[in-house]
């Protein structure tokens, strides 16, 4: 008999624990599920962070170097200069913007600059990499200033290196292609700097084109750390939000390897092509680092990016048919 009571409590306990099981599923797998969605975020972001910390330039045969160039007060506020050996007559600017989350990178590493020096100033090209204040120093509306800036002290002096300040086109990578993106989607940010209207942009792999959506959604702390918890901040750190008809052209290049990226893309260009704005989406099978660290490499992926290049002004398209 007794066995039989055992038995029969042992049943009410397994009863009772998978009641509790069930009560307890519902009420705490939203939290969980949130949880291990936040931590994929983070995870990614720091991969995303770390692809801007590679070994600095190792400077290409043909190429000489203007270091640290000051475009304000601030020791980030400076630009390093990719000129020919050769003094260049007229020449094209590339002007590129590092990433890093708002708040790492460096506008010498190599993933930066290594490719895309080689590739173009030996097609007589200047390239210009700019740092700019970073997290906590600046956040991301004071960066775009720092840009702007940085743009406009490059036009002012392009004619002393040899290029022309009427033939920009500016490039930026993750934070810093949100960077310039708000600049091309209202340029009037950049014009009342003292920044003129440069040929196009090229945007490498951002997905922070509507920051309220981002921020309205689950999404990786590093986010709130730079754009904080006001909604009105977000509309005006947002390219899509800001976007006008007097947007400059561009290229939003994206990773197939993120569905995000590659949507948040395709929204962007839409809404700017709804208004007469030229812009394309250039879908690459590339990971966030490689379609930074790979432009500049022989191969479909930098001509596609030189073809749009090309098509923003007849010397340009000259300049790169040398090949």
Avoid at 81 to 109: C, E, N, S, T
Avoid at 186 to 192: C, L, Y
Avoid at 280 to 288: I, K
């Amino acid at each position: 008999m007794p066995s039989f009571i055992s038995l029969g409590r042992l049943l009410l306990s397994a009863m009772f624990m998978v009641a509790l099981l069930v009560m307890w599923r519902p009420l705490h797998a939203g939290p969980i599920r949130d949880r291990i969605i936040e931590h994929r975020l983070e995870q990614q972001a720091r991969d995303n962070e770390d692809s801007e910390h590679a070994a600095p330039v190792s400077l290409p045969s043909g190429v000489r170097l203007m270091s640290d160039v000051p475009y304000g007060k601030d020791s980030q506020q400076r630009m390093d200069i990719y000129l020919p050996q050769q003094q260049a007559q007229g020449a094209p600017v590339i002007f590129m913007v590092h990433g890093g989350a708002w708040r790492w990178g460096d506008k010498g590493a190599s993933n930066v600059v290594q490719n895309k020096v080689a590739r173009w100033v030996s097609e007589g090209f200047i390239f210009i990499s700019a740092n700019y204040r970073l997290l906590p120093k600046a956040h991301p509306l004071e960066q775009a200033q720092d840009i702007a800036s940085a743009i406009a002290a490059a036009q002012g002096r392009a004619a002393s290196w040899g290029g022309d300040p009427k033939k920009f086109i500016v490039m930026g990578h993750s934070a810093g292609a949100h960077l310039v993106a708000l600049l091309t989607a209202s340029p009037d940010m950049a014009f009342k700097l003292g920044a003129k209207p440069w040929l196009g942009t090229i945007l490498l792999d951002s997905a922070a084109f509507d920051m309220v959506k981002i921020m309205e959604a689950k999404h990786a702390h590093l986010y709130d750390i730079a754009f904080g918890k006001d909604p009105a901040y977000w509309r005006a750190a947002s390219p899509l939000h800001i976007l006008s008809e007097t947007a400059i052209p561009f290229m939003a290049v994206c990773s197939t390897r993120h569905a995000d990226s590659c949507s948040w893309a395709t929204e962007f260009v839409t809404e700017a092509e709804s208004i007469k704005v030229h812009a394309s989406v250039l879908q690459q099978d590339l990971s966030h680092e490689d379609i930074n660290l790979q432009l500049g490499l022989e191969g479909s992926y930098t001509n596609a990016v030189e073809s749009f290049m090309g098509g923003l002004d007849a010397s340009v398209m000259r300049r790169l048919t040398n090949h």
